[in-house]
């Protein structure tokens, strides 16, 4: 399963967003209403309970939050 994939799922999942077709070019931050702070919070913790690692307060940055691709790249680089 690819990460852009698993992270859609987690995105669905934490945001309650259904069946709403996200792809890699899919905004996020200032886009999706149902994204605010706390929502960010609950993401990260997601992404982390999901494939096992930890964000760090000084990773975390808007720019992985742009779009769908770019919070796929970030959970990546988490795994390298």
Sequence with gaps: MSDIHQVSQ????TLG???MPLSEDTLLLGSLPELD???VANLILALEQQFGFEVRDDEISASHFAT????ARFVQTKLA
């Design 68 to 71: 769908v691709g770019s919070l």
């Design 17 to 19: 967003l259904g069946r």
């Design 37 to 39: 702070s706390m929502a």
């Design 10 to 13: 987690v995105l669905r999942s």
